[in-house]
T-cell receptor
């Protein structure tokens, strides 16, 4: 069965600090996909990134970067020089190829608060 | 394009009442999903549909029914609401397959007293 664990329930940082959100996953499938979503205080879910299991290259997008390591089943998300607007709940999610209907299994979410 | 819309945005029910949540998408997606979000539990899949006229159970289907009579609409019904169904409900649509990005609606906050 697929499972996603985000062990950090809440993180609080001061603006301009770097912060890393951890995500550990479990799956028996050899082909799978990992996602990060952001949920700002307004409540909507915003797609941030998708990564497939064959692509272990790290990715950087502005202040955001993602570190995918199959050896440790982790897909961590780092925000560099955090800003107040980064305050949100962040979800990591997993989808397996064999479940062709694209079911997403979400982690519990990490509440990030960035103080000015 | 409106993307994925949900109606209503907020609702308060009494135990035992029934209601229907409506989800509509204008992206011509085959796949649609209903999730519920509860504190500390992330989002969990209630039901999903892989095309018009089809529905299937997800992770937490008990107490809910769904229908997909039209491709663009996915309805979630609560026949006899219970306090345990107090939650935020999200609808999503996508192209299917594990790689598909799911597009989410704005959510419906439901309180059952």
């Amino acid at each position: 069965a697929q499972k996603v664990t985000q062990a950090q329930t809440e993180i609080s940082v001061v603006e301009k600090e770097d912060v890393t959100l951890d995500c550990v996953y479990e799956t028996r499938d050899t082909t799978y996909y990992l996602f990060w979503y952001k949920q700002p205080p307004s409540g909507e879910l915003v797609f941030l990134i998708r990564r497939n299991s064959f692509d272990e290259q790290n990715e950087i997008s502005g202040r955001y970067s993602w570190n995918f390591q199959k050896s440790t089943s982790s897909f961590n998300f780092t925000i560099t020089a955090s800003q107040v607007v980064d305050s949100a709940v962040y979800f990591c999610a997993l989808s397996e190829r064999r479940t062709s209907y694209g079911k997403l299994t979400f982690g519990q979410g990490t509440i990030l608060t960035v103080h000015p | 394009n409106a993307g994925v819309t949900q109606t209503p945005k907020f609702r308060v029910l009494k135990t035992g009442q029934s209601m229907t949540l409506l989800c509509a998408q204008d992206m011509n997606h085959e796949y649609m999903y209903w999730y519920r979000q509860d504190p500390g539990m992330g989002l969990r899949l209630i039901h999903y549909s892989v095309g018009e006229g089809t529905t299937a159970k997800g992770e937490v289907p008990d107490g809910y029914n769904v229908s997909r009579l039209k491709k663009q609409n996915f309805l979630l019904g609560l026949e006899s609401a219970a306090p345990s169904q107090t939650s935020v409900y999200f609808c999503a649509s996508g192209t299917g397959g594990g790689y598909n990005e799911q597009f989410f609606g704005p959510g419906t906050r439901l309180t059952v007293l």
